[in-house]
């Protein structure tokens, strides 16, 4: 029901409460540009967890109606909780739409009352228990496609015809999101991903708007399904809309791009600074089945030189896929070759997925049973699908007990000598269809069916993850999720699921992985090489150039496609390959205090070029370039047989970054990209710190600090730790600050706490 006219409102505090004819809503300032605005009471949220207020100035003017005013907006909120924001000086920003529904025409009423029909059928069987996949898949959408059913909450913004859209976590497609439709529904599909897809694994309902005007954002604090269309159905508007609860959402203003990735961050928190070896280069793959097979993987990789922190063990080294368990006869001890490897410099991975063995006798699963950890029928029996262990049930990670007690099973793992989890097939995925919506889940101790918690499952299991690795071994916990919701990116690192080895998702990577970056997720990556299919010399090497920058740096392929280790490419790959993952040693001081910035204010490591040039048209869409941090510009060849590529240079002056070679700003220029060659340039005036590269992070403490000093002037923060624990919280870190003015180099200590200062620092300057 529609709230109807606007009868009262007051002030109070921070809140402006709204009194309509059908119902009660608030705008609740949290500062002069971030407002959330509620339907009825609040409820609790999965992706908000720290009260994030801050003393505001807060008043009501009436001009024909209530606005409220903070320092930086202007909000009038009339009947029906139509909204419109305005800057201080009285721009329009945004405001909501009241054109009437004008899909474009893509069904007759023949149509519609055809497939109605159908629909009708096909709720019969699912009801009746029917084995139909669609039955059992999407119904609900099928549902609202015929027209037939509401949405719980509904919203429509105008379009103004300026506007850019950004963020939602991992959606495929290029950059700008402007006239595509998407669904937050975490969703394992198993095939090639395009851009037609409207869900992958995450949901993350963080839309950032870049208008002429300026540039803000909207979250909508969702776990319901929820679709967003930006533009496809009509250009007067864009929607929103979710299956269940009430309307939740905040606005969130820049005026620039950066202001509002900072405000959406520190909302739904900061990426942690992880620990240095992740940092580093993993080799994964889903089949090194036995211990043999993973000492093989090590010896090879320091054989040929090529630096590397951590192998992953997949679903193989369990015992039946029997989550917390080790297979000996294939492994051996348990643990001993992660000791191994542990002695070599190697950093163990294991995969856990949420799905338990229905074995009854395998501890995991009668402790979960005689506890009721696991979710329920709403008749009140273990919910049972099919995982890769064969029958299997799953974990009701809402509850905190629950949680507790998956957390306390991580000392399982880092007794063993792992050094992260890697979680996985948590949407929550299942091979005999999507669980059922009415599965019954819990929000903390409210029964909750799965409808709701579908999309805050792999969010939930992270936490627990991270908290039981915290408490296991005290270090900065390395989780990786496929699952996400919002603000997951304070637990996990996150890589985006399963890709395949086509250069059409070569190409995706870029304006995925940046998005994701918007979105909170600076810590992520793609399966180097694609994980389905068979890679090919060229695309490894041009994936693993472009890849250098992704935080997550793995190779990871799948059982029964070709092996993807770069020795089996030929000589020029692996030497290509080589050259490239030494480069990302050679700046791993670089992107770790990327990593620090990023916790500080949320800024990711990779950026699109938009984050930086919001007013240059020509960054708007720029989906195969990206930003490293703001000194240096990427333009990775992800085109077969391309030897040669555009890069557009933004505004100012650029340096190659090996040669020095000057390309001015605002030009397009053609740049020669043979095979062994990553397009790499520094902005000027900045300052690269560079560490001699070893074959894995800690194999000796750096002694030598290289700063590549490009022309012109600027200032360099650089910053160092133990790279393992929490203790630089309590100030156990360096911090210094070089600048370049006048061609003369300074530096300065700006905090001395960790124990290791660098022996020299050498400056060698480029172009
Ligand atoms: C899923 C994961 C993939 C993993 C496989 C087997 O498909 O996305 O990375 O290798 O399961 O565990």
Redesign the pocket.
Known sequence: MKLGRLHSFQLSGQRFLLHFENGTACADVLNSRTVRFYEGTPVHSFAVEADVHEPTEVRVEMDGGPVLCTEDLRIRVSADFAVSVCAADGTLLACTSDAPRTPREKMSPRWIKKMSALYGAMMAGAENGADDPLAAEGHESAARAFGMKEPAVSMQWKLFGDEKFYGLGDKTGFLNKFGYEYENWNTDE?KAHTEQYHALYKSIPFLIVLRNAGCFGFFFDSPHRSRLDLGKENTSYFRYEADGGAADWYFLYGPRMTDVVSSYTALTGRQPLPQLWTLGYHQSR?GYDSAESVREIASRMRAEEIPCDAIHF??DYMDGYRVFTWDEEAFGAPGAVVKELGEQGFHAVP?I?PGVKKDPGYAVYDEGVENGYFAKTPAGEVYVNTV?PGEAVFPDFGREEVRRWWAGKEKYLTDLGFAGTWN??NEPASFRGELPPDVVFHDEEEPMPHAKMHNVYGHLMSKATWEGLKDADGKRPFVIT?ACYAGTQKYATVWT??NMSLWMHLQMMIPQLCNLGLSGFSLCGT?IGG?GGDTTPELLTRWIEAAVFSPLFRN?S?SGTNRQEPWLYGEETLAIYRKYVRLRYELLPYIYDLCRVCEETGLPVMRPLVLHYEDDPKAWNCSDEFLVGESLLAAPVVEQGARQRIVYFPAGTWYDYRTGKKYEGNTRCIVDAPLDALPLFAKEGSIIPTWEVTAYVGEKEPEILTLRVYPGEGTYVHYRDNGEDFAYRGGAYDAYRFEMKDGKLSAQLLHRGFGHPYAEVRAERIG
């Open positions: 198993p889903w997949d679903i995969i997925d890769w996985d097939m496929r699921g399963d399966d994980f990871h799948c």
